[in-house]
């Protein structure tokens, strides 16, 4: 199934419409399938049944091998079978931890459903607020899949509001916010954030995607999504205090490497481009933080520290 079509049905999901319990059954054998391991299908039938998927009516091998195409599919896992024993399990379990759109898919889908079954202690449950512009996002997606220019409304912080006829290249999700990453009428790229967009519809005008585009290439030497001409760098910081384990579950770039580790302290190594918003990451953290190199970095850091007491 295209990522197109299952971005569309994800939306189409959260707007409350069908097919959301199948996807749910989706989620549910991948989920039994990684808590268990191993299971032949009369024992994921049985738990299939004692968990109530569809009203405690059994798991049919049809409809199982169904969900194993659609699966693959759609995530692409891959749900494989012992000759021997004649137990399914997942084969490819980095499919579900390796940063792409299938493994953000499942995750947030799996969210979706457990909260949808937790009506009765959801006054127990504090959410952030759902990303904006969400509502731009079907129609950004389908002018993705045609190649199709898109005008749109776009109003900056404190700035005179503008249209603007651009290319969508790609779609970034980054602290909650999404952004479009798009050609404009300049021949530049540029970022948007879509909950600066006051109105969005695709025209009739089609655009050649350059073959040799990869947006995850594109990102790839950034922190975020300030992407300018910011020049590589070799940043080494020292984290203190609860920062290790942090840095550890939670890189900040995929370049970060544990350099060296000792009871006081752990090393760190990133090869970035140090743009402003890596920056403010790094002082976010700047009790358990300290830039060790380049000097410029580590002097800018201390520029900004002194910026901020300056108010206090």
Known sequence: MPIYFVLCSLIRIFAGMKPAQIFYQYIWIINT?????????????????????????????????????????????????????????????????????????????????????????????????????????????????????????????????????????????FHQRWYLLALNDEEQMRIYALDRMTMMEITDETFEMPANFSPQEYFAEYYGVLTDNTPMAHVVVRAHKWMPNYLRTLPLHHSQRELESTPDYTDFAFDIRPTSDFLGELLRHSDGIEVLEPQEIRVKIRKMIEETLKRY
């Open 33 to 173: 399938l990684r808590a268990y391991h191993k299971l032949t299908l009369g024992e994921l039938n049985q738990k299939w049944m004692d968990d109530g998927v569809i009203d405690g009516n059994p798991l049919q091998r049809s409809t199982f091998n169904r969900h194993r195409d659609s699966i693959l599919a759609m995530f692409g896992i891959i749900i494989d079978c012992e000759p021997k024993t004649y137990k399914y399990y997942i084969s490819n379990m980095e499919a579900l931890s390796d940063g792409a759109v299938e493994s953000w898919l499942f995750s947030t889908l799996t969210v979706h459903g457990v909260l949808a079954d937790s009506a009765a202690v959801k006054d127990r449950l504090v959410l952030e607020n759902a990303p904006a512009g969400e509502e731009y996002l079907d129609v950004i997606i389908r002018a993705i899949h045609t190649n199709r220019r898109l005008r749109m409304g776009y109003k900056k912080f404190e700035a005179e509001g503008y249209e603007k006829l651009v290319c969508p290249y790609a779609l970034k999700l």
